[in-house]
């Protein structure tokens, strides 16, 4: 049974820096995509970044891009999210998510890595919450 854990999430002040991890278990982890998905209140979940099974391919929303950074150990099991300059409209439960990498041209990844309903594992999510 596949399962994620986040951890690192907690109150920062606008401006601060928050790492979130994602510890994966049951299945193997290198064959699998990771994705974190972030949902407000009162708010629809949106896609934050993916990472493609090998760590070489990355995407972000245009919200997050230059302030986030996605990373894995593929040792680990655990995919990472470096938050930087956090803003108050960065405060969410974030998840992060898995499904089995997907074969195709880098656009037809990108797009599927960006849809949520191509995961099929979810996290319990964590909490983040950015003062003004």
């Known amino acids: 049974q596949v399962q994620l854990v986040e951890s690192g999430g907690g109150l920062v002040q606008a401006g601060g820096s928050l790492t979130l991890s994602c510890a994966a278990s049951?299945?193997?982890?290198?064959?699998?995509?990771m994705g974190w998905f972030r949902q407000a209140p009162g708010k629809e979940r949106e896609f934050v970044s993916a990472?493609?099974?090998?760590?070489?391919?990355?995407y972000y929303a245009d919200s997050v891009k230059g302030r986030f950074t996605i990373s894995r150990d593929n040792a680990k099991n655990t995919v990472y999210l470096q938050m930087n300059s956090l803003k108050p409209e960065d405060t969410a439960v974030y998840y992060c998510?898995?499904?089995?990498?997907?074969?195709?041209?880098?656009?037809?990844?990108?797009?599927?890595?960006?849809?949520?309903?191509?995961?099929?594992?979810w996290g319990q999510g964590t909490q983040v919450t950015v003062s003004s």
């Open positions: 049951g299945h193997t982890f290198s064959n699998y995509a």
């Open positions: 998510a898995t499904t089995l990498n997907p074969w195709g041209t880098r656009a037809e990844e990108s797009r599927y890595l960006r849809d949520g309903a191509s995961y099929d594992y």
């Open positions: 990472i493609n099974w090998s760590g070489g391919t990355t």
